[in-house]
Every structure is written in C-alpha cells, then in structure tokens.
C-alpha cells in the first residue's frame, strides 16, 4: 500500500517524513535487527518520492547506525548497541529546545579540540577525504537538498582526522540528529547553507594548514553559531 507523505511539499520536508516514518518501524520493532528494508524502487513507489528523497533518507539512517547498506545485498537493519552507563539520556527525544542546545554544547567541547587535533595529525589522505566531504556538501546544496547528513560525515571526517577512534565513535554515537536543522521541518532561510559552508571551509583551509590554534578557533566559531542560529530558527518556525 503506498505511503502518502505529501509530494506537493518541499523535498527537504519529504526526506524528513520518510526518515521518521523508516525510524519509528525500526524503534517500534516493525523492522527488526537483521531485517532488510524494501528495495530502493519498492520505498519510490511506497511512498511515492524520489530515489533523491529515498537515498537521502536511507543516509540518515545510517548517520545514526540504525542500518547498514551491503553492496549488491540491500540495506538492513542493525542491533542498535545500549547507550553506556550514565549516558542513557543522549538517546532521548531531541524534540525539546534544551536538549538541542546540551548536546551542542557537548558537541563543541569535543569538536574544538578534535579539529585541533586534526589539524596536527591529518595525513594528506585525510586532509583529502575532510575537503572532499565539505565539497559533497556543496553538492547536496546545489541538488536543493538540506544536507544533513553530508554535513554530518563531514564532521565525521575531522573527526576521524584526530586519529583517536573514540573521537569518531562518540559522534556516530550521537548520531545525525545532533545537526540542529534535522529538527526543524520548514525550508531554512535563505543564504544559511551558504554561511554554514563558508565556515565549514575555514575550518577545512586551517586543518591543512596545519594551524592548530585556528581549526580550533574557527570550530568553535561554528558551532557556538550554530546554537544561536538554532534559536533563531526555532522561533521562526513558531
């Protein structure tokens, strides 16, 4: 039975719905560990969007490791690991203004020292890979796409830049709900992809500079912004 999801709304609203609708099977048990998920063609005609929407969808999920594509098998549906003692609370709705902003704040205290860390040990393939992701998220904006989830693998690149695997293990462990515009359902204003990514690239050109003070400086530029832009947008949406 077809899904209706309303084609006649912006594709940015259609990834989201899809995303909620896919999420809620796999946390009610709908869809268990080790259940593939309907073909790409099998979610278009379901739910009667894009494979644009439906890929788009598919790397949200996999952002926040509820399922792992297998080349040429299908997508399925992984055993989500328990949060650590004491950190039950991070797998918590983030509906809520305030958790928005505490994970934010929990993010900038790690991504400040990572970028500084990234920039003093990057190997040049890594710098590669941290420029590459930026410039994939330039493309999803072309595409009108929101770029969730390549803003998240961005990040995931510094991250993994540290060289420290606990770095990039704690944010996969948050997960791509943790960018702030996943919460948000209308269309952003206009421009502020465009200043995202122009801080994105600051803190890109400070890495490979090797300019530690910086990449750290320019990271946090960033993602203190990014908690006063959550408000802001926030009360837009009201």
Do not use: W
């Not at 869809?31 to 063609?41: F, H, I, K, N, S």
């Not at 590669?128 to 999803?140: G, K, T, V, Y």
């Amino acid at each position: 039975m077809k899904t209706t999801v309303g084609a006649r709304r912006p594709r940015e609203n259609l990834t989201q719905k899809v995303t909620g609708i896919l999420r809620d099977r796999i946390e009610t048990g709908v869809l268990r560990p080790g259940d593939r998920l309907p073909t790409e063609q099998g979610l278009i005609a379901e739910f009667g969007v894009s494979r644009t929407v439906i890929r788009e969808a598919i790397s949200g999920l996999r952002a926040d490791g509820l399922v792992e594509p297998r080349h040429g098998v299908g997508v399925f549906v992984l055993d989500r690991p328990a949060p650590p003692p004491g950190l039950e609370m991070l797998r918590g709705s983030l509906d809520r203004l305030s958790s928005i902003i505490e994970i934010l704040e929990l993010r900038t205290a790690a991504e400040i020292e990572a970028a500084g860390l990234a920039a003093e040990r990057a190997s040049p393939a890594q710098q590669a890979r941290i420029r590459e992701s930026c410039a994939e998220i330039d493309r999803a904006v072309l595409r009108g796409e929101r770029a969730e989830a390549a803003d998240f693998a961005f990040h995931l690149t510094i991250m993994e830049a540290t060289n420290n695997p606990l770095f990039p293990e704690f944010l996969q462990f948050l997960g791509q709900r943790t960018i702030p515009r996943s919460q948000i359902s209308s269309t952003v204003p206009e421009g502020y992809l465009e200043r995202i990514q122009a801080e994105h690239m600051a803190i890109v050109d400070a890495i490979a500079a090797g300019d530690t003070d910086r990449a750290r400086s320019t990271m946090r530029t960033h993602l203190r912004g990014a908690l006063k832009r959550y408000e802001a947008l926030l009360r837009s949406v009201r």
